[in-house]
């Protein structure tokens, strides 16, 4: 039988963070999604999945502003070993793609590509049903990657039920490019398309701080849907005075009353997340990030449901994946706590 001890050490044959739960006795349900093939510079994000639930086994579970949140259920679905071929196959036809740059122009790339687009395709599709399936049994899903592009068909699902939401996206990029590097559905791209496919409304943007010409075009462009918080302009208003709390408050003003979080590892300074495949000097402390949600909480607005990508476990130790299972805690907390 086996015994759950809140304040005492997780065990070998737990789940994630140490709890029991079933799928049919969680309200939130995680769901891992080994899948980095688009990654553009560093590979390794197929591998958080499982670094984060190793890692999740040593998160305290005492939260002064969260309580016992957690026995509304959580558990974590098994990996998906179709998701793992298929990572393979797609990384091997994306690689000589991602080292020429842009060079899609020649005949063998193209096909290439459109061989990557195929099975990323399928992988938003296999998401979306995934996420369908748990949402039509009223639970919420938190799902965890991979890269960025994986977000797409669980955004899909949710709109479907929370047709007004908005999304709260952390993140060192706008990731508003039309087909990255000559992929439809490169990490690159997934806001771009998610704004392309769905009836979004609001997208909400924090610590962006590497993009485009193009992507600060398309934000300019877009009639507030989306709204950006560049982390320059973070930065210049702290150093005139300007109080985090006032500028979370900012943030969360602009948020709907239903609320998506997509956060992506690298809206951290980089000291929380140095093997993150694209990293940028700047980002979000862990503190600031936890008082973002925090804010968005207390206004009195749910958090519907989230997704952490781009964590990439260290080969020398586990501090990214260590950084990625307390922000996940946090993002379980603050959907759960969001509903209560």
């Known amino acids: 039988m086996n015994t759950f001890n809140k304040n005492g050490a997780a065990l070998d044959n737990s789940g994630v963070f140490g709890f029991y739960y079933t799928k049919a006795q969680s309200k939130l349900v995680l769901i891992p999604v080994e899948w980095d093939a688009t990654s553009s510079y560093g590979y390794g994000a197929s591998l958080g999945p499982k670094a984060i639930y190793n890692a999740s086994k040593y998160v305290e579970l005492f939260d002064i502003n969260l309580e016992n949140f957690y026995e509304s259920g959580i558990s974590l679905s098994d990996e998906d070993k179709w998701i793992q071929r298929c990572n393979r196959v797609a990384h091997r036809m994306a690689k000589p793609i991602i080292k020429h740059g842009d060079s899609t122009d020649i005949e063998r790339f193209q096909m290439l590509a459109k061989e990557v687009d195929a099975i990323s395709k399928k992988i938003n599709i296999y998401i979306y049903n995934k996420a369908k399936e748990i949402l039509n049994q009223d639970k919420f899903v938190g799902l965890i990657g991979g890269d960025h592009s994986i977000s797409l068909g669980n955004i899909q699902a949710y709109l479907e ?10 993140d060192a990029h706008c990731d508003l490019r039309k087909a990255f590097q000559g992929f439809t559905y490169s990490h690159g791209s997934v806001m771009y398309n998610v704004l392309e496919e ?96 925090k804010r968005v909480i207390e206004s009195k607005r749910s958090i519907v449901g989230f997704d952490l990508v781009e964590v990439t476990p260290g080969r020398k130790n586990n501090w990214d994946a260590t950084v990625g299972a307390h922000i996940l805690y946090q993002l379980c907390g603050a959907c759960c706590t969001s509903h209560a």
Not at 161 to 169: A, D, S
Not at 262 to 287: A, E, H, K, R
């Open 161 to 170: 039920k929370f047709t007004t939401m908005g999304i709260l996206q952390i």
């Open 198 to 293: 769905t009836e979004l409304k609001k997208l909400v943007q924090v610590g962006v701080r590497g993009f485009c010409e193009e992507e600060y075009d398309r934000i300019n462009n877009s009639s507030r849907r989306i709204e950006t918080f560049f982390d320059s302009d973070i930065s210049e208003n702290i150093s005139k005075g300007e109080t985090w709390d006032t500028i979370c408050n900012r943030i969360v003003s602009t948020l709907p009353q239903q609320v998506y979080i997509s956060f992506d590892i690298d809206g951290l300074t980089p000291s929380l997340c140095p093997n993150t495949g694209t990293p940028v000097p700047g980002g979000l402390t862990y503190q600031q990030t936890l008082i973002l949600i």
